[in-house]
């Protein structure tokens, strides 16, 4: 699995309104059997959303985000999955298929590395949906 920004954000964020339920799913990835791949991106993206005062009410301090990552990276099940020799193609496919720009490149970026490494998405953003070629879940979902 691939794990968005969005649902690092919820799981941290106890003021959030999927946060009990993001926090739960959260806690049983990092303890269970499957490879969690918390990218990057998705990290970074934690910690420039949550500590800006414009996007939390309640934002972080930099250095208590960067602890959620430190704890996160430290499950025994995580790993950082990265662009592979081939990310160049697919991220390139995947823009001009779906006449992608803006704000659904950084959505492009992870698609590509699912596909890539054979991954599914777990996100609660729903914009994933339009790529046919992953596999994506919204654990919030239902």
């Avoid at 959260?26 to 996007?55: D, K, Y």
């Avoid at 985000?65 to 704890?71: K, L, P, Q, V």
Wanted: overall charge negative; aromatic content about 8%; charged content about 20%.
């Amino acid at each position: 699995m691939l794990i968005d920004a969005n649902l690092l954000l919820f799981a941290a964020d106890a003021t959030a309104p999927s946060h009990e339920r993001s926090a739960a799913w959260m806690e049983a990835q990092l303890n269970g059997e499957r490879r969690v791949g918390i990218p990057w991106e998705s990290l970074t993206a934690f910690v420039r959303i949550s500590t800006h005062p414009r996007a939390s009410e309640h934002p972080l301090k930099p250095m208590q985000a960067w602890s959620f990552i430190e704890d996160w990276l430290a499950a025994p099940t995580v790993w950082v999955p990265g662009p592979t020799e081939q990310h160049a193609d697919v991220l390139g496919m995947l823009i001009g298929k779906y006449h992608l720009g803006g704000n659904l490149i950084p959505d492009a970026h992870l698609a590509a590395m699912a596909i890539e490494h054979g991954l599914e998405v777990c996100s609660a953003d729903t914009d994933f949906a339009r790529f046919a070629e992953i596999r994506w879940q919204n654990p919030l979902a239902g």
